[in-house]
């Protein structure tokens, strides 16, 4: 089972910038996939990026043009750079990685969250 603690979340003013990490205790390709969800208080949970073990990328509407997701495999980590920073930013992100079971279902693993809080 995959672990995956998060890091790099904090308090930042409007128009700023801030990098979140996400190290994995394996080899990031062994995922399917990884990526950053996040939760505001009353809010459901919602994908803000992900990156296929190919590369590929996924954006959420509100984040494309701000937020960049990468990896580097080396460290086996994954990283979410987020610039033009809102206050409708703010929320909990939380690391995520995507694998498949034996029986082929999908399985989520998930870090710990790190808090966001975008305000002036």
Excluded at 12 to 18: D, E, T
Excluded at 20 to 43: D, H, T, V
Excluded at 50 to 62: E, I, K, L
Aim: net charge positive.
């Amino acid at each position: 089972q995959v672990q995956l603690v998060e890091s790099g979340g904090g308090l930042v003013q409007p128009g700023g910038s801030l990098r979140l990490s996400c190290e994995a205790s394996e080899s990031i390709f062994s995922n399917n996939a990884m990526g950053w969800y996040r939760q505001a208080p009353g809010k459901q949970r919602e994908l803000v990026a992900t990156m296929a073990r190919g590369g590929s990328t996924n954006y959420a509407d509100s984040v494309k043009g701000r937020f960049t997701i990468s990896r580097d495999h080396t460290k086996n980590t994954v990283y979410l750079r987020m610039t033009s920073l809102k206050p409708e930013d703010t929320a909990v992100y939380y690391c995520n990685a995507q694998r498949e079971t034996a029986w082929g279902t999908r399985a989520d693993y998930w870090g710990q969250g790190t808090q966001v809080t975008v305000s002036s």
